[in-house]
């Protein structure tokens, strides 16, 4: 397994958001995480990425304890986050936004999202919040890692974009890289996933694998 969450739990302060969460994520895999506001999808993502501290449990990355390690340290061990804001640095122009992840090129990504290629000089916050997303999502693709961590990539998106950002990430996975997309677009779970994890107010409501992934079952779990 890729990644291994053993019972974890975390939150803010006193308050816990998961307890006792578990999960497995295999290379080339999709798990996809869907819930409505509030319900922790933010939460579990940044206590991957090592962005809040976990309250109990532990994470395991490529065969490693990564329990006890910084964001940065996970980041270099090849956890990717493409965090729900504040994706991008929105003084730097679109070019400085994605040589800081180390790219030397957009290669077919320029060609997927050609406005983000023709708009390499431009600050990002005189970007529209779609292509901004658009940005982070471009930036997270092309960033040297073995894990993707994506938290609503498709918010303020157009569709025709969806679909761009759904062949890319088919192409990262047939490549070998794993994928945690945190998501409320069903369609965009249903395009991608393996294996699907619900959640609501108490915690996990649903689980699901290959073909047992059931759209009816996605929406009630986004309608609870
Ligand atoms: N910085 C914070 N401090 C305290 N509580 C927070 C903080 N961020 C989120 N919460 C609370 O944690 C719970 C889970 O929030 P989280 O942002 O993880 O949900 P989400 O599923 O990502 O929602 P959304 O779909 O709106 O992005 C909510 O009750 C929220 O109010
Ligand atoms: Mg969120």
Not at 72 to 83: E, K, N, T
Not at 114 to 136: D, F, N, V, W, Y
Not at 207 to 212: L, N, S, T, V, Y
Request: aromatic share 4%; with cysteine.
């Amino acid at each position: 397994m890729m990644l291994r969450l053993d019972g974890i739990s975390g939150g803010y302060h006193d308050t816990l958001v998961h307890r006792g969460l578990s999960l497995e994520l295999g290379a080339g895999e999709v798990l996809a995480v869907i819930g409505r506001n509030g319900t922790g999808k933010t939460t579990l993502a940044r206590l991957i990425a090592g962005e809040l501290p976990l309250a109990g449990g532990s994470i395991r990355f490529g065969g490693q304890d990564i329990t006890r390690l910084s964001s940065w340290d996970r980041a270099r061990r090849g956890i990717v986050s493409m965090p729900q804001t504040d994706m991008v640095f929105d003084g730097l122009t679109v070019a400085e936004n994605l040589a800081l992840t180390g790219a030397k090129s957009l290669g077919e990504l320029g060609k997927r999202f050609p406005r983000i290629a023709q708009r390499m000089r431009q600050t990002a916050q005189t970007m529209s919040g779609g292509e901004r997303k658009i940005l982070g999502f471009v930036r997270a693709l092309v960033s040297p890692g073995k894990l993707l961590v994506l938290d609503e990539p498709s918010e303020g998106v157009q569709t025709e974009n969806i679909d761009h950002m759904v062949a890319c990430i088919r192409q990262a996975c047939a490549d070998g890289t794993a994928c945690l997309l945190f998501e409320q677009n069903i369609r965009m779970v249903e395009a991608l996933a393996h294996a699907v994890i619900g959640l609501d107010s108490s915690g996990v409501c649903y689980r699901a694998e290959g073909q047992e992934i059931s759209r009816q079952d996605m929406l009630a779990t986004l309608s609870l």
